[in-house]
């Protein structure tokens, strides 16, 4: 079975940072090209970062330039998210995916509050 799990998220202070994993089963990650989206409340779901197969070049969404970095370890089958400098508006779900996204990876995501 193909599937992607995401771990790591948890509640947080603002300026604070968390580290996301995104594990993959059933296939080789290495493979694909992965992006980080996320769901806050009310909201559709938005692309926060992705990370390509062929030779690791990198893309951040404005909202997050500077703050996030993407990367991934092909040993593990593992992409990660480190979050720095976290913000409220950070709050959200957060879920891995290939890149472009395959409906069949969507998981569960892995909740990230930012509050005092």
């Known amino acids: 079975q193909l599937q992607l799990v995401e771990s790591g998220g948890d509640l947080v202070q603002p300026g604070g940072s968390l580290r996301l994993s995104c594990t993959a089963s059933?296939?080789?990650?290495?493979?694909?090209?992965v992006a980080w989206f996320r769901q806050a409340p009310g909201k559709e779901r938005e692309g926060v970062s992705c990370?390509?197969?062929?030779?690791?070049?990198?893309y951040y969404f404005d909202s997050v330039k500077g703050r996030f970095t993407i990367s991934r370890d092909n040993a593990t089958n593992t992409v990660y998210l480190q979050m720095n400098n976290l913000r409220p508006e950070d709050t959200a779900v957060y879920y891995c995916?290939?890149?472009?996204?395959?409906?069949?990876?969507w998981g569960q995501g892995t909740q990230v509050t930012v509050s005092s």
């Open positions: 995916n290939a890149d472009p996204p395959r409906n069949e990876l």
């Open positions: 059933g296939f080789d990650l290495s493979s694909f090209g």
């Open positions: 990370i390509n197969h062929i030779d690791g070049t990198t």
